[in-house]
């Protein structure tokens, strides 16, 4: 058989362009650092590959998203913060003005510190993030969660936010709470706060659930200490009393309690029980301490403070607080006994305000620590990632530059066969 010049020179050539070829991927695998440069090279590792560079790309999503959680539960928790220290500097102030040694114009003067503290609360109630967004109002968060209500003096504050809490996925399996609304941290008590009590006249139906009731004021000159728990196990421990005064025939005065029941029927406890200055009255595990001349008609409403009708508004109790304290406490002695039935009931209310707020303070800080755990897991997995798709695609410079060398090698080969080839002819033996 013979063969041609131009089957030789073909040949000769091929092999030169197969040995470039060869010698150029090893050059661009060095280049990039990559064994797999192109699908071709290993179908079954770039496909793996595909898959694992998915999964750090939506690993590396939720680490941005914690980044976003972090920030906003950092912002709420700092509020919070100013806010608890906002709550003990308006109680420091009302134990100062409980003081008998104080003029109605020393009064009216913790009542503009409490002013000012009062509008602090409003500011951080309605406190927004960098972007713009209020950090209370739920989903709502275009606009302030809290507006002033209508009325004299000092004004108070609805919650017009959205009731939900605004969530955030930051891993596949959780969905973290990143804001709590202002309802829940505001207009809220937790789920342990005891009794308190209000001294005044209700309207027949002040006892009605799932509002708060306007009342008037007793005329009396009663004021109470407490209540106080005495004994949980008591069959009506959890319900709401209401503890009315009248007079017998002699015109000396009784009082009668009755258990509040869920659907508001009234249930009497303690029937025209005569009534001394001074004495502690226990009913439904609870106890209260009286003291004063009570007028026929007059009442204590006592409530569990998470029961519905219970006043739960941080913003109200401090507005009770500073129209009380506004008040003229050196006429009628009526209104001396307004007054500590009043700072009493505030102080209660505030107590369980501030446990509210660090409750949820507690709460946001949990949920910090949570992202934190969260994050070193993350970052593990993506360590194991990033070794996997290492695995499968990335180059062995050792063994890359071995073969390099054996590439160049025989590309040199392949053009030296075909210099000797390409100057055989038959000519040369004529």
Known sequence: MRISTVTMFEQSVSAMNRQQGDFLKVGQQIASGRRVVNPSDDPQASSRAVGVSQAKAITQQFADARISARNSLSQAESVLNSVSDAVTSAKTL?????????????RQSVASELRGIYETLIGQANATDGNGR???????????????TAGEGVQGAQYIGDGNTREQRIDASRLMPVADNGKTIFQSVPSGAGYVARAEQSSPD?????????????????????PSRVDPDNEHFGKPFELTFSADGAGNPTF????????????????????ETGQSVSFGGIS??????????????????????????????????????EMDQEGAPENRAHFRNTINSVMREMDNSLDNVLTVRASMGARLNELDVV????????????????????????????EY?????????????????????LFNFL
Do not use: C, W
């Open 375 to 402: 994050d070193a897991v993350g970052s593990n997995r993506m360590m194991n990632y990033d070794k996997t798709l290492s695995d499968l695609v990335d180059l062995d410079y050792n063994e890359a530059i071995a």
């Open 256 to 275: 009668s309690v009755s258990a509040i029941e869920a659907n508001g029927d009234k249930t009497p406890i303690v029937t025209g029980a005569s009534y």
């Open 206 to 226: 002040a006892i009605s659930l799932g509002t708060q009731q306007d009342h008037v004021r007793n005329e009396g000159t009663v004021a109470f200490t407490g």
């Open 94 to 106: 009302l134990v100062q003005a409980a003081s008998d040694t104080l003029s109605d114009v020393d």
């Open 405 to 425: 060398s054996l590439r160049q090698v025989g590309l040199q080969a392949a053009q030296k066969a075909f210099v000797d080839v390409k100057g055989l002819s």
């Open 288 to 325: 209260i301490t009286l003291e004063g001349d009570p007028v026929d008609g007059d009442q204590i409403q006592l409530r569990p403070a998470n029961a519905a009708g219970a006043n739960q508004d941080l913003f109200k109790s401090l507005k009770d607080a500073i129209d009380v304290l």
């Open 134 to 148: 209020y950090l209370f109002g739920g989903y709502r968060d275009d606009s302030a969660p809290f507006a002033r």
